[in-house]
């Protein structure tokens, strides 16, 4: 991952580092922090010299007194207590936080290795030598599960990086032209006609072929245990930029929201980052932006005011479908994302999909 030069911290430092570090920012002395998350001043410092572990009852104070998870505070100390442990503990815990029956079941390793070739057959499909310059590479993603507090998050780190590292195998064997904004912008408007396309067998190479001419390289990898992404982009090198989608939902209006979603991240975030949809911030003003974009793709702005009129008759959603140039699931799936009818209404003008019809 090209962005893990903007972040690579020394996992192997003490949580209480990081939480140093929001303290000074905050100008928060240790007595008010103790005080604050009920310790003594001494345990308070505890913590900080990484001689405390964080239980699930200290990580929920510290949810409410830093911010951040839960889930990221206790992977955290997990991931610290992994560093100072004698390194074949270490290296066991990092295998077993991956999902390695999905990924040999999706064939990303080669047939099923045995336990003691388990270690080199994960290194060498992340390419890299041991697990702790894993851990600097695919450091940002940490990053990305600091904020996130929903009760349901359902992702884990590793099974994260592993969809993004097949991403970029898959990506990596796709010829693309150097990348071109304006014309990948200009593209979206033919791509959006394939939103009509019934079986991804013939509208998925069209637009992997339309994507790789400006510079785009579209994979799609089905999401492993562990990872709820649907979509992400980042840039592999200056003229090339990945584009990957999960599949994860296998409808229409689901597939073709996260493919516009991540253009829009490319065309108007540039190279500033990994975006993981799913992962970031949903009010964040990144995620607004693709948002707004993927939606006046779909249904351009001057008719929105006319969808958002449409009566609940699927007649009318069919007809308004055929007039925009879309698919009627993508009409569903808009109203739906807009509050106008209720998630399970008119489900049945959605179009599903299969894994292995692409």
């Known amino acids: 991952m090209s962005s893990a030069k903007a972040f690579c911290p020394d996992w192997a430092s003490a949580p209480g580092e990081t939480i140093a570090d929001v303290l000074r920012e905050r100008n928060i002395s240790v007595e008010e922090f103790a005080e604050r998350i009920g310790k003594t001043r001494a345990e308070a410092m ?5 001689r405390l572990a964080i239980t699930i009852g200290l990580a929920r104070r510290l949810e409410e007194v830093l911010g951040g998870s839960i889930e990221f505070w206790m992977a955290r100390d997990f991931q610290y207590r992994q560093q100072i442990a ?4 270490a290296t066991n815990a990092w295998v077993k936080e991956l999902p390695l029956a999905d990924m040999v079941r999706f064939g990303w390793l080669k047939g099923a290795p045995k336990r003691s070739e388990e270690l080199a057959a994960c290194l060498k499909f992340f390419d890299v030598p041991n697990v702790a310059v894993w851990h600097r590479v695919y450091a940002p993603l940490e990053q990305k599960f600091l904020f996130k507090k ?3 998050f359902e992702s884990r780190p590793a099974a994260v990086a592993a969809w993004l590292r097949q991403g970029e195998i898959e990506a990596e064997e796709r010829r ?6 304006q014309g990948f912008e200009a593209a979206l408007a033919s791509i959006r006609s394939l939103t009509r396309e019934k079986d991804p067998k013939h509208f ?22 562990g990872c709820a992404a649907s979509g992400a982009t980042r840039f592999m090198a200056e003229k090339k930029a990945l584009l990957l989608l999960s599949f994860r939902y296998l409808s229409d209006d689901q597939f ?14 540039g190279h500033q980052d990994v975006f993981i949809e799913g992962l970031e911030a949903e009010n964040s003003l990144a995620e ?8 006046g793709i779909l249904i351009p702005r001057q008719h929105r005011p006319e969808l958002l009129r449409l009566r609940q008759n699927k007649y009318d959603l069919v007809r308004f479908a055929r007039r ?5 699931g993508i009409i569903v799936g808009q109203l739906q994302y807009y509050g106008r009818i209720k998630p399970n209404h008119f489900n049945g003008l959605k179009r599903r999909y299969q894994w292995g019809q692409s």
Do not use: Y
Not at 86 to 89: D, L, T
Not at 176 to 181: D, E, K, M
Not at 256 to 269: D, N
């Open 46 to 50: 505890d913590l900080l010299r990484g």
């Open 204 to 225: 998925v190479p069209t637009l992997q072929k339309t994507c790789a001419e400006m510079g785009v390289a579209v994979a799609i990898v089905r999401s492993p245990s």
């Open 288 to 295: 607004s932006e693709a948002n707004e974009f993927a939606a």
């Open 176 to 181: 693309c032209a150097p990348w071109n904004a």
């Open 86 to 89: 004698e390194p074949g503990e």
């Open 256 to 269: 073709w929201f996260s493919f516009f979603h991540e253009a829009g991240h490319l065309l108007l975030h």
């Open 150 to 152: 929903s009760p349901s």
């Open 324 to 328: 925009m140039g879309v698919s009627p």
